[in-house]
């Protein structure tokens, strides 16, 4: 079957769902738009794993099971969005024994598919069909517009503008011990955002 690869392009909040996020997906060729409904784990999960220089003090269920597929000398190979039934999104993750060569599929929710992806930093793939299904095209406008929304509102927190980077640094270090991991992204952030300006 010929696959079509995806792109982590965002998390936001879900503009539909109450206290749920919208995991954006994009095939680049094409520029259409995959958006996934996941909950709040699963977002958090999905943007730590992304960031990979932000670790919890105990391990994520992702995590855990990260290290039990590699103690066991599997890989993950890919996650494969397969298909859309009433809104919901089934999706496959392969694995591949790298001592046998034996290979092991297994059905799982796409926001865990996900949050597992990116910790191998494996390709997610669909079909044609998803992506005529579910897919959206936004225009480049409207995307820009989201951007700047989502600056803004980190921008508009205070404490954090106006903390030096000491102080920054301390309250990623508690926001981490204290497991809260939206405000510890929002700081990583404005951090990742003060380097780009010193360079």
């Known amino acids: 079957m010929d696959y079509k690869q995806l792109v982590i392009r965002g998390i936001s909040y879900s503009q539909t ?8 997906l994009e095939h680049e060729e094409t520029n259409i738009k995959l958006p996934v409904v996941i909950g709040n784990f699963e977002a958090q999960s999905i943007s730590l ?3 990979k220089d932000i670790h919890p003090p105990r ?6 099971f990260t290290k039990f597929i590699i103690s066991t000398h599997y890989k993950l190979i890919s996650v ?3 298909q859309i039934v009433d809104g919901v999104f089934f999706s496959n993750i392969n694995f591949k024994n790298s001592e046998t060569e034996e290979e092991l599929i297994l059905d799982a929710r796409t926001s865990d598919a996900v949050a597992m992806a990116v910790r191998f930093d494996a390709p997610i793939y669909t079909t044609q069909q998803v992506l005529n299904e579910a897919g959206i095209l ?3 406008e409207e995307v820009a517009k989201e951007d700047e929304t989502f600056s ?3 921008e508009a927190e205070d404490s954090l503008t106006s903390a030096s980077m000491e102080e920054l640094q301390k309250l990623l270090d508690e926001a981490v011990k204290e497991e809260d991991f939206d405000t510890a ?6 951090i990742k955002r003060r380097k780009k300006k010193i360079d």
């Open 17 to 24: 769902q109450s206290g749920a996020y919208a995991l954006l």
């Open 49 to 51: 794993g992304l960031e």
């Open 59 to 64: 391990p994520l269920t992702h995590d855990l």
């Open 80 to 82: 494969i969005i397969y």
């Open 138 to 140: 936004l225009e480049l």
């Open 152 to 154: 803004e509102t980190i």
């Open 185 to 190: 992204l929002e700081i990583q952030e404005e």
